[in-house]
């Protein structure tokens, strides 16, 4: 089953079907997320093989709060902030949601796209997902390291819960890079885990993100196994360090404009 299997009309927006049920199992218990369901004596350290890769849209929807609303929101912004036929960017791309959103309520004449994803087994999948599904749209997927890549000016950039897997340490200098991509008006989406800076206020966040996950039927021991193999992985920053990191770039606005627990989505201008 790829992400874009039978995308499902919802007003002028095609969403991916596992989009629009948020609180419901996939119809098809083999693409359920169980990856920590049975106690392990070594919890290996977080990587997007292809074991995640087949259960991925089944995790998502599960594990991150307002998901769907994100991916919504992008060809709106885009209709709004995207210089027809402009080039888009979407960085650590996974499955391509964030593509199919797109090309979902845009003409294929209305941008270009590529995906780009370190792992092999989401590049792969990508690309045979937009072959399928946007066959008209020019979409491509590059298997890169975003850190090194030589970036073609663009009119959007898309960065997905996709900064937090990186060292803190290289985060200033791709957000600088990605800045000198962005052609002037241009916008770049920002969506994190984030912690709070006051130890009350992350902890209470914490806890009622895992009554989400319990919500959506992940165990106890799912939640802990999970939060082991991706300490120091996956390494979050606060929304005012992001807004700062972002400044500091080079970007003169940015507006928080999506929150839910302790995942939100930022949106950067580049002056015009």
């Known amino acids: ?21 948020p609180g419901l199992p996939m119809s098809n218990a083999s693409y359920r997320d169980a990856i920590f369901s049975t106690p392990l004596d070594r ?65 294929p004449d209305a941008f270009r796209y590529t995906g780009v994803d370190l792992s092999p087994a989401m590049a792969e999948r990508a690309r045979q997902t937009f072959s399928e599904e946007c066959p008209d749209y020019a979409m491509s997927v590059e298997e890169a390291d975003i850190r090194t890549l030589n970036y073609a000016p663009s009119g959007m950039i898309i960065l997905n819960f996709t900064l937090q897997f990186l060292p803190p340490a290289d985060r200033d200098a791709l957000l600088k890079r990605l800045y000198e991509a962005l052609e002037p008006g241009g916008v770049l989406i920002l969506s994190e885990k984030t912690i709070d800076a006051d130890e009350q206020d992350n902890a209470w966040r914490v806890e009622r993100y ?21 300490e120091n992985v996956l390494v979050p920053d606060t929304l005012d360090a992001l807004h700062e990191r972002l400044q500091q770039a080079g970007f003169p606005r940015s507006v928080t404009w999506f929150q839910y627990l302790n995942f939100a989505s930022v949106i950067a201008f580049k002056e015009a």
């Open 1 to 21: 089953m790829q992400l874009g299997s039978v995308l499902v009309k919802s007003g002028r927006v095609n969403y991916p079907p596992f989009l629009m049920t």
């Open 210 to 230: 895992h009554d989400f996950k319990r919500a959506n039927g992940y165990s106890d021991l799912e939640i802990s196994q999970k939060r082991t193999a991706l």
């Open 43 to 107: 919890v290996a350290r977080f990587s997007f093989d292809e074991q995640v890769v087949a259960c991925f849209p089944d995790m998502i929807r599960r594990s991150v709060p307002g998901y769907g609303q994100i991916l919504g929101m992008l060809s709106l912004i885009a209709q709004r902030h995207l210089r027809h036929g402009a080039h888009v960017y979407d960085l650590g791309c996974s499955l391509g949601a964030s593509g199919l959103a797109l090309a979902g309520a845009l003409k």
